[in-house]
């Protein structure tokens, strides 16, 4: 926590111009593309989350466990008044990013369109998608951490079953060391029913059978 830094904000006079990228990319309501002085003490923390939208993670046995496990992070990080929050859909294509360098009090406060986005998007996805490129979608969290201005302690949280072929996982790994070795603290969370693989792609892992004491094993890790 630093007593004052500059800091993203929705009015001003000087540009934030990884801020200003990043808005022309995925415009959103009020964007935070100015730089504004901000005192006092700041929880200084950037959030990454990525959600594998296999359909291991989301078929009719895993799926309530999934969504159940993503509501208990999103509800707890809605009460915490965080800089930077990131929230990335691994596809089988392109990532989807719903939302970057957003205020956690902002993205995730009940009238926010991120939770028609996100829902809206894991039906229309979940489907019918086998294969997913959960590799990409750790590097954009990756990419989206090194073009923010605002220096904060980074974390990513991976959710998945990591139910991947070798060739897959070795992709994974290896974004994920870039990640570690970049300062990100990264965790993998076990969503679905057998998410065993996970302690083979990621330094740090949990899996809550219930979903409500995720957040405690990420305290206590």
């Known amino acids: 926590n630093k007593a004052s830094r500059l800091e993203a904000s929705s009015s001003g006079t000087v540009f934030d111009i990884s801020a200003l990228i990043l808005y022309l990319i995925n415009p959103v309501p009020e964007p935070m593309i100015y730089l504004e002085e901000k005192g006092g003490l700041i929880r200084n923390y950037g959030i990454s989350i990525?959600?594998?939208?296999?359909?291991?993670?989301?078929?009719?046995?895993?799926?309530?466990?999934?969504?159940?496990?993503?509501?208990?992070?999103?509800?707890?990080?809605?009460?915490?008044?965080?800089?930077?929050?990131?929230?990335?859909?691994?596809?089988?294509?392109?990532?989807?990013?719903?939302?970057?360098?957003?205020?956690?009090?902002?993205?995730?406060?009940?009238?926010?369109?991120?939770?028609?986005?996100?829902?809206?998007?894991?039906?229309?996805?979940?489907?019918?998608?086998?294969?997913?490129?959960?590799?990409?979608?750790?590097?954009?969290?990756?990419?989206?951490?090194?073009?923010?201005?605002?220096?904060?302690?980074?974390i990513l949280f991976v959710l998945t079953d990591g139910l991947y072929q070798m060739s897959e996982r070795s992709r994974i790994i290896n974004v994920v060391n870039n990640c570690v070795q970049s300062g990100i603290n990264t965790f993998g969370i076990g969503i679905g029913i057998y998410p065993k693989r996970i302690v083979d792609l990621f330094p740090q892992v949990i899996f809550a059978e219930n979903p409500s004491d995720s957040l405690k094993g990420i305290s206590f890790l």
């Open 50 to 154: 990525v959600i594998d939208v296999s359909y291991s993670c989301f078929n009719p046995l895993s799926a309530s466990h999934s969504f159940q496990t993503i509501m208990s992070i999103l509800s707890s990080l809605s009460t915490i008044d965080l800089p930077c929050f990131d929230l990335i859909i691994a596809t089988e294509s392109a990532p989807i990013v719903i939302c970057s360098g957003v205020k956690t009090l902002y993205a995730l406060n009940e009238r926010s369109s991120v939770w028609n986005s996100l829902f809206a998007i894991l039906q229309s996805q979940t489907s019918n998608t086998n294969r997913v490129d959960l590799a990409s979608g750790i590097h954009t969290a990756f990419d989206l951490r090194r073009m923010r201005s605002i220096q904060c302690t980074n």
